[in-house]
């Protein structure tokens, strides 16, 4: 993995922040499981300045983490989609709103392709986002139009973009990479700029061709520096939100006039703390909004897929490791070492092959991308 340093020490030749160190994972980090992913602060040791080699030796705790793609410590998401070509659909919307608001990571909505529909339909979707407590930017890619509002959310930042399929997510990467000025107060970004030839490197455009829908596929991400100083991932993320972080009791929560709804009528709640917002006598949220219908089915769905959960693996959530802080506030994870009886050793199993599958994949590419780099060196 290629790791920006951060800070290095002084009068060391080739130390600097700012380079980058080609680094290898210690062999104890896999074997505990604990997964180095693209954004994470990492302790480097063993560090060759001149060579620009290094061991990862820990993880720092992560703020937040994306799955799809693997990224630590996403300040912001993008929710991408397009006024037309594709047309937004409200319940497609909506599954994505609820999945950004589930990971608990700030996002942005954002509509693409404006230059293809008229005024009143762009303020036609200004309108109905604003019904449904969201206050959207407007832009075009092919134009170059509102990229500058969309920059300045972006400052300072570690993004990912996510959303449907052909609303322009690896166009807009583009437009944001190369649309670059890196500042000149930001000497990290300017001296990444300089040394580093590999972001040039990337695929971008046709890596989220290949994004697996539904199935496992191993995908390279990279962080790109942008303008103000932050870092965008270059692959796209999910374009087809799961919903797997969204329980029955939070699917509320999700849903900003569900929220606004309950925050009015404190502190006469909902009659039933664990209302689910039935509209039964007592509940304080009434079904005289236009999401209402897609709350409802969420519902259902997220219903179906716990009482799944509950049947197939006996408990809704994880917790085969534990954390304890150790030097310089790195987070180590490691296996609890007794597990409880009552747990199936079924489940256990399942996790371990699939955790055994992605692993042997990652190694199999960490090695390959290893190669590949010191045959150009
Ligand atoms: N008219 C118009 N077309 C655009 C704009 N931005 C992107 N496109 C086009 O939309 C199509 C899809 O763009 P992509 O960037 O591949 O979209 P994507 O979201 O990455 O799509 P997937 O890879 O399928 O997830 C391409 O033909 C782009 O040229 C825009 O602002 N206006
Ligand atoms: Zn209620």
Same mark, same amino acid.
């Given at each position: 993995?290629?790791?920006?340093?951060?800070?290095?020490?002084?009068?060391?030749?080739?130390?600097?922040?700012?380079?980058?160190?080609?680094?290898?994972?210690?062999?104890?980090?896999?074997?505990?499981?604990?997964?180095?992913?693209?954004?994470?602060?990492?302790?480097?040791?063993?560090?060759?300045?001149?060579?620009?080699?290094?061991?990862?030796?820990?993880?720092?705790?992560?703020?937040?983490?994306?799955? =799809? /793609?693997?990224?630590?410590? *996403? #300040?912001?998401?993008?929710? !991408?989609? &397009? @006024?037309?070509?594709?047309?937004?659909?409200?319940?497609?919307?909506?599954?994505?709103?609820?999945?950004?608001?589930?990971?608990?990571?700030?996002?942005?909505?954002?509509?693409?392709?404006?230059?293809?529909?008229?005024?009143?339909?762009?303020?036609?979707?200004?309108?109905?986002?604003?019904?449904?407590?969201? =206050? /959207?930017?407007?832009?075009? *890619? #092919?134009?170059?139009?509102? !990229?500058? &509002? @969309?920059?300045?959310?972006?400052?300072?930042?570690?993004?990912?973009?996510?959303?449907?399929?052909?609303?322009?997510?690896?166009?807009?990467?583009?437009?944001?990479?190369?649309?670059?000025?890196?500042?000149?107060?930001?000497?990290?970004?300017?001296?990444?700029?300089?040394?580093?030839?590999?972001?040039?490197?990337?695929?971008?455009?046709?890596?989220?061709?290949?994004?697996?829908?539904?199935?496992?596929?191993?995908?390279?991400?990279?962080?790109?520096?942008?303008?103000?100083?932050?870092?965008?991932?270059?692959?796209?993320?999910?374009?087809?939100?799961?919903?797997?972080?969204?329980?029955?009791?939070?699917?509320?929560?999700?849903?900003?006039?569900?929220?606004?709804?309950?925050?009015?009528?404190?502190?006469?709640?909902?009659?039933?703390?664990?209302?689910?917002?039935?509209?039964?006598?007592?509940?304080?949220?009434?079904?005289?909004?236009?999401?209402?219908?897609?709350?409802?089915?969420?519902?259902?769905?997220?219903?179906?897929?716990?009482?799944?959960?509950?049947?197939?693996?006996?408990?809704?959530?994880?917790?085969?490791?534990?954390?304890?802080?150790?030097?310089?506030?790195?987070?180590?994870?490691?296996?609890?070492?007794?597990?409880?009886?009552?747990?199936?050793?079924?489940?256990?199993?399942?996790?371990?092959?699939?955790?055994?599958?992605?692993?042997?994949?990652?190694?199999?590419?960490?090695?390959?991308?290893?190669?590949?780099?010191?045959?150009?060196?």
């Amino acid at each position: 993995m290629r790791v920006i340093v951060g800070a290095a020490p002084r009068g060391v030749e080739g130390a600097r922040p700012g380079g980058d160190l080609l680094c290898v994972v210690r062999a104890l980090l896999k074997k505990i499981r604990r997964r180095v992913l693209v954004g994470d602060r990492v302790l480097v040791g063993a560090v060759d300045w001149a060579g620009g080699r290094g061991v990862i030796e820990g993880v720092f705790e992560r703020r937040a983490e994306v799955a =799809d /793609p693997p990224v630590a410590n *996403v #300040d912001r998401l993008v929710l !991408l989609f &397009a @006024l037309d070509q594709p047309q937004p659909e409200p319940a497609t919307l909506t599954r994505f709103l609820v999945d950004a608001e589930s990971t608990g990571i700030p996002f942005v909505l954002v509509f693409n392709k404006v230059e293809l529909v008229d005024d009143k339909t762009i303020s036609y979707w200004r309108d109905r986002m604003k019904s449904w407590g969201y =206050d /959207p930017l407007f832009l075009s *890619v #092919d134009q170059k139009s509102g !990229l500058s &509002a @969309l920059e300045e959310t972006l400052e300072g930042q570690t993004t990912v973009i996510v959303g449907p399929s052909g609303v322009g997510k690896s166009s807009l990467i583009n437009a944001l990479r190369s649309n670059q000025n890196i500042s000149e107060e930001d000497p990290i970004h300017k001296l990444v700029e300089q040394n580093s030839k590999w972001f040039g490197e990337q695929r971008v455009g046709t890596v989220s061709k290949k994004s697996g829908k539904g199935k496992h596929t191993t995908r390279h991400v990279s962080l790109l520096p942008i303008a103000g100083g932050g870092f965008l991932a270059d692959t796209p993320g999910f374009n087809q939100p799961s919903l797997m972080k969204v329980t029955k009791k939070g699917l509320a929560e999700t849903f900003p006039e569900i929220r606004k709804m309950l925050a009015e009528n404190e502190p006469s709640k909902c009659l039933f703390n664990d209302c689910v917002h039935l509209g039964e006598r007592g509940c304080v949220v009434k079904g005289d909004w236009e999401r209402y219908p897609y709350y409802l089915q969420l519902l259902d769905e997220i219903k179906i897929r716990e009482s799944f959960q509950l049947r197939t693996f006996g408990t809704k959530r994880e917790g085969d490791v534990r954390y304890k802080t150790g030097v310089m506030g790195v987070k180590q994870a490691e296996p609890r070492l007794q597990l409880k009886k009552h747990r199936r050793v079924s489940r256990k199993k399942i996790n371990q092959s699939i955790l055994d599958d992605i692993d042997d994949e990652l190694d199999e590419d960490n090695w390959f991308d290893v190669k590949q780099r010191s045959r150009k060196r």
